[in-house]
């Protein structure tokens, strides 16, 4: 029996990997793959994160514009990491965003419309 040409990412798949299907223009998202032999699928790439600048704070002040930052964050971004770390005076937060959204970031400290 010939094996089936997207049989190694049937198996990818299977296991939990997200694909991706080409619709003659760009890659797009599939749920349930038809896996049709002439079409083109692959696994779905991971994406490049980039943290933004760590915020380290030790003050209830401080803290508060952390938890005002992961709701901004929520509001606007679908695609964020948050890293937070803790001893016993200092909490530090790094918030990882993908390449797109880190250059929204940049624009806006250009523009001074942030400043973290």
């Known amino acids: 029996m ?3 040409k997207h049989a190694d990412l049937i198996k990818k798949w299977a296991d939990g990997e ?3 299907a080409y619709d003659g223009v760009k890659w797009v998202d599939v749920q349930s793959p038809v896996w049709m ?3 083109k699928y692959r696994v779905k790439p991971i994406e490049k994160w980039a943290p933004i600048n760590p915020i380290s ?3 209830l002040d401080d803290i508060m514009t952390v938890e005002y930052l992961m709701r901004w964050l929520n509001d606007f971004f679908d ?3 948050l890293k937070i770390e803790t001893d016993n005076s200092t909490i530090s937060a ?3 965003v993908d390449r797109k959204t880190m250059d929204f970031f940049e ?3 250009a523009n001074g419309e942030i400043d973290f």
Request: proline content about 5%; overall charge positive.
């Open 37 to 39: 032999p002439e079409s």
């Open 2 to 4: 010939k094996k089936h």
């Open 79 to 81: 695609n964020y990491r």
């Open 18 to 20: 997200k694909i991706q």
């Open 94 to 96: 790094t918030f990882y």
């Open 57 to 59: 704070k030790n003050t």
């Open 107 to 109: 624009e806006m400290r």
